[in-house]
């Protein structure tokens, strides 16, 4: 199922036949680098998949969603929008990753202001947030471009993140 559509992306619901592709996506150091919580195995990665498969079943209309080049129909990684309390207070972070080879083209710039826009309007939400590991340059960039600014340090069990955020 379509989420939403940008110039040279395609966001949909993940299905059991990304699963290869997922697993060869998390494989990737560099892709989980920045990402603590990533799934680490095969099981991990199915359990992953199957949880956002029909939409992460508390909040249905949030979810990680399989990235997609309109070009190639080539999976490239997964960007979406997940719910999450920070500090007591209920957040919606725009989520994104891809893989090696699709970077540096502006396509996180543009899944993400993608989000944002699919986040404020279709789904009327009023804040949206990044959390992001204080080295990850690349995150920093495509959370300002897309107009958040910095907002708080905040800690969790994996350690510090940064918080940018935008309001509607
Ligand atoms: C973060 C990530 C999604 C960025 O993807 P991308 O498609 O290369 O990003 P964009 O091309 O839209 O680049 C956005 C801006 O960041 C800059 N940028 C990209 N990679 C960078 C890097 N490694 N270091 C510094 N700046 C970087 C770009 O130059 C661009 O700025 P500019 O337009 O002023 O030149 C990608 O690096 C990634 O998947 N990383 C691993 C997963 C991850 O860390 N996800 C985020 C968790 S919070």
Redesign the pocket.
């Known amino acids: 199922m379509k989420i939403l559509e940008t110039k040279r992306l395609l966001l949909r619901r993940l299905v059991l036949g990304d699963l290869d592709a997922l697993f060869a996506f998390y494989r990737d150091p ?6 603590p919580d990533a799934p680490r195995s095969y099981e991990e990665t199915k359990e992953e998949l199957e949880w956002f498969m029909n939409g992460n079943p508390k909040f249905p209309e949030l979810g990680l969603w399989a990235t997609v080049s309109r070009e190639t129909g080539q999976f490239i ?1 997964r960007c979406g929008l997940l719910p999450w309390t920070i500090d007591g207070q209920n957040e919606v972070e725009v ?4 893989s090696k080879e ?9 899944a993400a202001g993608a989000l944002v826009q699919y986040g404020f309007q279709h789904l009327q939400l009023s804040r949206l947030i ?4 204080p080295h ?4 920093i ?2 959370a300002t ?1 897309i107009g958040m600014t910095f907002k708080k340090e905040s800690k969790d069990q994996y350690g510090s993140f940064w918080v940018y955020a935008i309001n509607k």
């Open positions: 560099d892709v989980i680098k920045y990402i990684g989520a994104f990753a891809l699709y970077r540096g083209q502006g396509l996180a710039t543009e990044c959390l992001i590991e990850n340059k690349a995150s960039n495509v471009k």
